[in-house]
């Protein structure tokens, strides 16, 4: 699994082969952990990008309605919802499309999402789709950690921390040393099986690494762990948290001493127009195109979020918080409130979720999906032909010390990324244990 040595090596500082051989190790390491991690969520974040396609394409009956002249209060709809799944309402789609039915979104037992389908011009349930049966949902469930809550979430965590660690230490060994320069960006076509398989993995990871390290940090907001308790503290310690009525953290409406009189408000039949009425808002206040309203039946004194699901750009997008009760507007926010922090979160959102550019937003991420799939399956091609006739082919483990740049790096890798840095002790320890059980035991000359 040793690398080939390059013309000049000779003049190589001494710890060049060691920290070459370590760099070496590391990738093989980290690709053992990660290339499940990177073929599962390229798998559910390419079904998901398109699963809403599929579902206009095989249940039109359920997406799609004839115009009339007039739509019936929104209330009415998520009535008729409610009386065909008893549950509670987790979000309402309401399209700026006329030819779209109003999707009703509820938590199924098994905790994925299921959708109700209602014609917006006379009320009546056009049918829905259950958990399982809801691509849009299960796919973007599974791509977050699905059925194992904040274990699941961990775990993508870890994984993405050691694709980072992959990408950094292959872009190390890819580095060319062989006075090829800008030409090691293109693969060497002729050049035997084993320089084939090589660089057609390493240029294409050269070519996306940037993209894939930016990708996944997009994602590290979404974790439980990273985001709930690194990313929301230091914006909060910064004064850099996203605007009440963005939705990005729990926020509750009336004050505490009003809480009883809002619960009482919220039953009185007077109010049951609310959401109708805080459409009406919404729309007063220049939302447009197809509007999301989150957490319709939330917790006591919980608001309601609306926003404007149809701008590709985070600038144009904006929010809109009122009082569940009686449809109050009690903040709104655009592009304009967002300190930095929290616009580069939400930029990363959108990227991430492919509707940063538009239409070309989901082959964009496509192609991505598509890179690191190719990159799982040639970097095992080029593994396969270097492996030795028996066994993996771990590289060995080095001697020596780390160079003092490389344990900084590690160090600030370690502090941005936590479970990264507990993943990484923990195969630490393992390979220590097993380093010592596979040892030979030294000769007794007294045998020999």
Known sequence: MTPPAHAGSGHRPPHAAPLRQRAWRWHFMAALLVIPFVLWQSVTGTVYLWSESWVDHRHP???????????????HRVDAA???VDAA???????GDPTRSTQVMFNDPSGLPRAVFVDPYDGRVLGGLAGRAWPVGWSRSLHGGWPLGDAGSWLLEIGAGWTIVMVLTGLYLWWPRDGRGARALLPRLHAGPRIF???LHACVAVWFALLIVAFLLTALPWTSFWGGRVLAPVQQALGQQAPPAAGFAPVFAPPPDTQGDASAAAEDPANRGRLQAMLARARAHGLRGDLVFL???GPPGAGVFVRSATHAQPE???YLLLDRSDARVLDTADWSDFPPVARAVATGVQIHEARYFGRFGP??????????TWLCVTGAMAWWRRRPARGLGVPPRPT?????????AAAGLFIVLPLLALSSLLLWLLDGAWQRLTARPPTDPGMA
């Open 295 to 297: 957490m319709v039946d």
């Open 61 to 75: 009956d359920l997406r799609f309605v004839a115009p009339g002249d007039a739509q019936v209060p929104l209330d």
């Open 400 to 408: 020596g010390r780390w160079p003092g740049w490389l344990r900084l």
């Open 197 to 199: 398989w090589r660089d």
């Open 89 to 95: 309402v987790a979000s309402v789609i309401v399209p």
């Open 363 to 372: 082959w964009v991420n496509t192609t991505f999906a598509l890179a690191l």
């Open 82 to 84: 409610r009386l065909a």
């Open 316 to 318: 144009h997008a904006q």
